[in-house]
């Protein structure tokens, strides 16, 4: 039976992605993450036995904490966070039952190098429309939740990448961006292995904005239109990613939730004939 401390797989899974989820720190020892190197999406790796350390640094209202197999090491790192006054959850299985299920998992590999605060930085032409704004959306919610966006001059994003030791993205010739007909959301999803069927529905809408193609998906024409009114909206990019998130935040969840729903404003009072 299930500890008032945990949380099981399925519901991390309706909060994995959102806005609202716990901060998720992986614990698992060296040996256990080598075998194999993959990710809960939107976690960190932290080393269990320097939480005293690391906890207070932990600026979120609460965690949820996964070891290999949800004992020893989540429960003790969980206990520290509750020391510190972070409410932080056990996930129940730990890594091996949230693989266990089929639920996604991140490469590692694929994670740029963080800075000295723990982050990914990214950088990418300035004056973002859509692939721009979806991309920062997706990293944040699944691949790293405190990821930095520069957005520079295009003709200086190469530069910029050198110097500041940030990883490229949208732009021509690079790893992180336009294949074939597909865009670089598209390119994430599946080299991210989030290729849920919520994920690539939204790849499919965020594609045919991009592209110009808006008979693939219904929704892209309002996403086009959001994407473009946010722009002339917002002068700062990194205030217009800030909104953009909110965007992409609904966009997931009717994806993920509502796709079958429709809405009707009837005209005639119950009861009545129109």
Request: aromatic share 10%; glycine share 8%; hydrophobic share 40%.
């Amino acid at each position: 039976m299930p500890f008032p401390t945990t949380i099981s797989v399925e519901k991390l899974y309706r909060l994995f992605g959102t806005p609202g989820c716990p901060s998720l720190i992986d614990v698992r020892t060296d040996e256990d993450f080598a075998a194999e190197p993959r990710l809960v999406p939107g976690s960190t790796r932290r080393p269990h036995d320097a939480v005293s350390d690391w906890s207070a640094a932990i600026s979120s209202t609460s965690a949820i904490v996964i070891c290999q197999k949800g004992r020893k090491l989540s429960e003790g790192v969980a206990a520290w966070l509750r020391y510190r006054g972070i409410p932080a959850d056990v996930l129940e299985g730990g890594f091996e039952a949230w693989s266990g299920t089929g639920s996604p998992t991140v490469p590692d590999a694929l994670i740029p190098p963080r800075d000295k605060a723990g982050r990914s930085v990214w950088v990418t032409r300035a004056r973002p429309k859509i692939d721009r704004i979806a991309c920062p959306w997706l990293i944040r919610r699944f691949v790293d939740p405190g990821a930095v966006f520069l957005f520079v001059a295009p003709q200086e994003v190469e530069a910029v990448a050198d110097r500041f030791g940030a990883t490229p993205f949208d732009v021509e010739n690079v790893f992180w961006s336009h294949r074939g007909e597909l865009c670089a959301f598209d390119v994430m999803v599946e080299e991210f292995g989030l290729s849920t069927e919520p994920l690539l529905r939204l790849a499919r809408i965020v594609r045919a904005a991009d592209t110009a193609r808006l008979d693939l998906e219904p929704e892209a024409a309002g996403l086009l239109a959001a994407s473009l009114g946010l722009s002339r909206m917002f002068s700062d990019d990194l205030a217009q990613l800030e909104a953009g998130m909110t965007v992409y935040d609904a966009f997931y969840r009717w994806a993920r939730d509502a796709t079958g729903e429709t809405h009707n404003w009837p005209s005639a009072k119950a009861g009545t004939r129109p």
